[in-house]
């Protein structure tokens, strides 16, 4: 009973934890103001509940290749803890090799997505994955990512989520 009543008042930490932050969010500074809303909560709850109309897409961070947008749906990639996360990106978007300090897992959302595994890409060894599909790869694991057709991603994981190129040089916020 007693470790139910831990489980119980973590959840309940967290929870209260979620609501504050969301009550606090700042938007970035790439988003627009006529775009920014907060997600629908239920008063006095950290209940979230949200359409894809009421998700806030921006731009993915520096350390991936431009043409991506991203949507946080739940806690801050940035900061321990856990985070989920959807990304969208057209026909053709890659994510060179790199590996994450922590588990990375992935669902499909809707077009097709690439993954494969190794320091360098094989294309005759990248699984593609359709809408509905699912990979995770453990802390450290070297994969890259295509996206084929107009592609959307849920990332889930443990923060702060960090990506690490295995060639630095493909690392988009060093080539500036």
Known sequence: MRRVTEISSVLVIAAVSFAVAQDHAVAPASA???TVSHPAKVKGSAHVALNPSDMQWMDTPPTLARGAQMAVLFGDPSKT???????KAGDGYR???HWHPTDEHISVISGTFLVSAGDETDVSKE??????????MPARMHHAAKFGGDTEI??????????NYVNPADDPSKSH
């Open 154 to 163: 849920e990332v889930s994981g443990m923060g702060p989520f960090q990506i």
């Open 81 to 87: 803890g856990l985070f989920i996360l959807r990304v």
């Open 127 to 136: 699984m593609s994955l359709s809408a509905g599909g699912f990979t995770t």
């Open 95 to 97: 994510i060179a090799n």
């Open 32 to 34: 627009k103001a006529s």
